[in-house]
Each structure stands twice: as C-alpha cells, then as structure tokens.
C-alpha cells in the first residue's frame, strides 16, 4: 500500500504541475514577462561582481540568469514549474521534520497557491519563489540537524548565509526558527531567543564591514511589504498559510502512532479534497489575476519585434486596446501592409496625432520602440539617440545591444558594432545571430539583408531632431528626402490627425509623385478640403477622388442638415455608416482646430 500511495500522489503531482504549466503557457505566456522586464545577463565577472557586493544579490543573479530564458514561452513556464515544485519538496520534508507522524500530503500544494497566483503578474519576478525556497531549505537542514548545544553556532552561520543570499528574508527564518525550536525549558528558550533575536538584529552591521551598503536598507530588503493582492500580498499569504501549518504540526497533538485503515483513508481522502482544491483554485483564480488589457499591448510588441503586421492586426481586431505602445504599433501595422490610409480611422485612437508619431518627454517611456520607428523612417541618428535613451533605462539588454549593432552596421562603424556583437555573444537569445553577423563585421563587409535596407533608406543629413515639435521632424524627414514614401506617408497622416488640412494639401502633390492613387481617408480630405473653400465638390478641381466617395461626403452632409447641424442629434444615423471616415472623425472625435 505504501508504494501504491506513494505512486498515485506522484501522479496527481504530475496532474498539478502540467495545469500549472499549461497555463502559463496560455494565459501568462513568460514570453510576455521577458518583453515586459527585459532582462539582463552576462557570464562574465565584472556582471558577477555586481551581484555579489551587497546581501540578496545572490538571489537576484539567480533571478536574472533563470528569467533570461523567458524570451521562449516553454522554457519560462518550465522554469517557473521546476522552482515552485521545489518550493513543494522543502515544503514536505519540513513538515515531516515537524511532525513525523501525521500525513501532510496534498497541504504543500495548497500552501504554495499564493506563490503560484503571484507569478501571474507581468511584473513578477522569481525572486519570491527563491526567497521562499531558501528559507525553508534553511530551516529544514537546521531543524534537522541541530541539538541544544550546537544550535546557536549553527543558526549563526545558517541565519548569515540566509541574509547573504536573500537579505531580509532571514528575518523570517529566524521568526519561523524561534518558533519551531524545541529546547528542554522554558529558560532556555528565553535565552537562547534573545540571543539570537540580537544577532539577527546585528547582522547588517556586520555585513557592513564586507560592503558599502547602508544597514538600515537591507532589514527588509527582498521582503514582500504590500498589503495589496496586486503587490506583494500574495506572496504575504503564502508565509502566513506556512507559519499556520507549522503552528499546527508544531502544537497540536500528534494522532497515535498506529492508524487504523479507515484513519489512514480519512486522512488521504483530506489530502485529496486539498490537492484538488488548490488545482481547482488556480485555474479559477488565474483568469482573474492577469491583466488582459496589458496582454494584448505586449502581444502586439512582440509582434512587431517580429515584424509580424498581420499578427499586429489580428490581435487588436479581437482585443481592441487603446494604449500608447499598441496604437504606436498598430499605425506602423497598417504602414506596412498598406492600409494606413484606408483603415487610419477604423481603430480608436485618443491622443490623435500623437498616437501615431511624437518626440516630447513621453515618448522616452518606449524609447526602443520609438527607435525602431525612425529606423524604419531612416532616420538612423536619432535612432541611435533613442536606443541610447533605452539603455539608460533598461541597461544593456538583449534587444537594446541588437538595434545599436543594427545601427552601427548601417553607419559602417564596425568597431562599435562589434563592441555589441561580442556582448551578444553571451546572451541566449541573440547568440547565433550575432555570430552570423560578426564574420560580416569583422570582414568589413556586412551583406546582412536588414542592414542592407537600412543603408538603402538612410538620411544624408546628419541629425534630425526637434523634441516636442513632431510635425517640424517629420517635415525636416521629408525636406532632408523627398522621396522617403514612410516619411512623406507620415506627414500627411499626422496632418490628418491633427486637422492640418492646409498643412496636408501643401505636401499631397509629393505623395501622388511616389503613389498616384489616392487612399481613401487622403480623398475624404481633399472633399473636405475643396467643401472648405466653397467650391462644388463634384469635381474637386486640386486633385481627382472617386465618385462614390463625393456621393458618401454628400450623404453625409445632408444627414447632418437634416438634424439641423446638431451634431449630436445626427451621431446615430452617421456612427453606422460612416464612423470609419475622416469627416466622422473630424466631428465628434477631434479636439482642436481644423486648419
């Protein structure tokens, strides 16, 4: 019966963690977590050193090495799997140190719920799952092994290597341990837990004498402080489910040592019901944790890190989302499968002509993905400013060192190029791509197709930029190269947006010099623009549109007249037919002046 047991909770433990897996894979996608935090490692000494200068460093090196491998969806959720069944395994072993003769089974899973839940936010790291993991390590090998009158020695050199590696989590083992330590008498454990309540209190003093950290930031440095489930409250509950189930196998009276089988049923059949509550759990609660509408945004930037527009598309036509990043996004979308002028108007956009292009102090919250954006506008300088801009933010990580190695490629700089190759080098996710482009760079002749193109759009001018007036950088993009299509594309769209119709109709002759047929928000503008001067619209005399869109203009007109101009008397009939079109747009969403 024994082995029998032992078999059928190794599979329902197997049940567990492939719901946890699937999941993460599902719901949470880890690749989303790297997109989100973009971590930073390197194999190499001086990065090692950074860690180790100050107590918890060890713990976050760990935390950077695992979370580098969450650029692959599969091996973050694995990861996350792996560290929380070790979680469970220390967790087991504790409780039988505890309390040897009454079953825990199937408590461990309930018990690291919290943690489980926790992992759900985009902004989690496994730092608690590591904190956690050395703890109860920590407690098990003392709890384990230590006798009356070596237990101060030992949980001197335990408590030590607890602050070194996870820093103020060791107040919670030394709480968990003055807890849990059974000495002869009552005096003595007074004693002893002065003792060692003072050197438990005198550690970061100590450790001061090794580092150049102040004391005062590591008592609770690494601990979770937020009372909030959508902080670190999570992680809190799980410490107080641990510390109630201790308490219970601590103080309550053990059952007798020899169980009669319905005993023994009984308390599988409890470990059972806990198993599959905390299963069960997870799976309900999960949904209500992650936050979708952030899921979408950093979708649709992974996309685009792939380039992938139709991908970009698809994810904001089933979950719309008004966000900076994603509208950023979407408009280089429709750019790029050549609908930006047909569909501009068929996804909301609030901050108009700043959702497609700005350059003033806000911008730099995404200075990489603006970076990509003026790559892309061949504006390589200013590129290099915002990937610059990106690494003061987020360090040198993977996709910050790629764009810079892209853009020094493109200058023909190669030293620096490969400055960042060789960083590259250590990464996981960029390790054989660098090493294709290294042989290139060092031969001094990199034939790389998206290096190529970015030497095929580059500005002749050297710099061009104008924080806080985008429309003046796009015009300079365009005076610099008149026959750079995005850029022109761009200009026109964000006078669109603004309600610039002067400014668009003075730079239509260049885009019908690159593209002589007229998108249809371009020939809802000259309508407009020709219904503006008082001319007839039948035959718009600055440029050719089809008929049936002056027909549309002309609908449109005698709706609103039929309402009597009252704007919002008229919206029901206009906003089904024509809510798409830059006339509907101009009219109930648009906040400044037509020019």
Request: with cysteine.
């Amino acid at each position: 019966m024994g082995l029998l047991y032992r078999l059928r909770w190794v599979a329902l433990s197997f049940v567990g963690f492939a719901a946890l897996f699937f999941t993460y894979i599902k719901l949470l996608d880890p690749q989303l977590v790297y997109m989100h935090q973009h971590p930073v490692f390197f194999f190499e000494n001086r990065f090692l050193h950074e860690y180790i200068s100050y107590p918890g460093g060890i713990v976050e090196y760990l935390n950077a090495f695992f979370m580098q491998w969450y650029f692959s969806s599969t091996l973050g959720a694995l990861i996350l799997c792996l560290v929380l069944l070790l979680n469970v395994i220390m967790i087991r072993a504790l409780l039988k140190v505890i309390s040897p003769v009454r079953s825990w089974t199937g408590s461990e899973f309930l018990m690291i719920l919290p943690l489980a839940l926790h992992q759900l936010r985009y902004d989690a790291t496994l730092t608690p799952l590591l904190c956690s993991l050395i703890v109860l390590a920590g407690l098990y090998f003392t709890l384990s092994s230590t006798r009356t009158y070596g237990m101060i020695g030992l949980f001197a050199l335990v408590n030590a290597a607890i602050y070194y590696i996870g820093a103020g989590t060791n107040l919670i083992y030394a709480l968990l341990f003055l807890i849990l330590m059974r000495p002869r008498s009552q005096t003595v454990r007074l004693t002893i837990s002065l003792i060692f309540a003072a050197y438990t209190a005198a550690l970061p003093y100590f450790f001061r004498l090794f580092t150049s950290t102040d004391p005062r930031n590591w008592y609770t440095a690494l601990l979770p402080r937020s009372t909030s489930l959508s902080g670190d409250g999570l992680v809190l509950i799980f410490w107080l489910i641990l510390i109630v189930f201790l308490l219970l196998g601590r103080f309550m009276r053990p059952p007798e040592q020899r169980l009669e089988n319905n005993k023994g049923e009984r308390s599988a059949l409890w470990g059972y019901v806990m198993f599959a509550g905390a299963v069960v759990s997870f799976i309900v609660l999960a949904p209500m944790l992650i936050d979708v509408r952030y899921r979408s945004v950093l979708r649709v930037n992974v996309a685009a890190e792939k380039r992938d527009w139709t991908s970009i598309l698809a994810i904001l036509q089933r979950h719309p989302v008004n966000h900076r990043l994603s509208n950023l996004q979407l408009y280089r979308a429709l750019y790029f499968t050549q609908q930006l002028g047909d569909q501009l108007f068929s996804y909301e956009n609030v901050e108009q002509q700043d959702g497609l292009y700005r350059n003033d102090r806000i911008s730099y919250d995404y200075a990489l993905e603006y970076c990509d954006l003026l790559l892309d506008l061949g504006n390589i300088n200013g590129a290099q400013h915002r990937a610059y801009e990106a690494m003061a933010v987020e360090g040198e990580s993977p996709r910050v060192l790629r764009r810079l190695v892209l853009i020094h490629l493109a200058k023909e700089e190669y030293h620096a190029a490969e400055k960042y190759l060789l960083r590259l080098l250590q990464t996981n996710r960029y390790k054989e791509w660098s090493r294709n482009l290294l042989v290139g760079c060092r031969a001094r002749n990199c034939q790389d197709a998206v290096v190529r193109s970015l030497r095929t759009h580059r500005l002749g001018e050297d710099f061009l930029m104008r924080p806080g007036y985008a429309r003046a950088e796009l015009a300079d993009l365009v005076k610099a190269e008149p026959r750079n299509k995005m850029a022109v594309t761009y200009l026109l769209t964000h006078d669109l947006l603004s309600g610039n119709l002067a400014g668009f109709m003075e730079n239509l002759p260049l885009y019908r010099t690159l593209q002589p047929k007229l998108p249809r928000h371009f020939e809802e503008a000259v309508v407009l623009y020709t219904f503006g001067l008082g001319r007839s619209v039948a035959a718009p005399e600055v440029v050719p549109v089809r008929k049936e869109v002056i027909e549309e203009f002309n609908d449109f007109i005698a709706i609103v007249m039929r309402h009597h101009q009252d704007t919002s008397a008229a919206l029901p009939d206009l906003q089904g037919k024509y809510s798409r079109t830059f006339w509907f747009y101009l009219l109930y969403y648009f906040k400044g002046e037509t020019r």
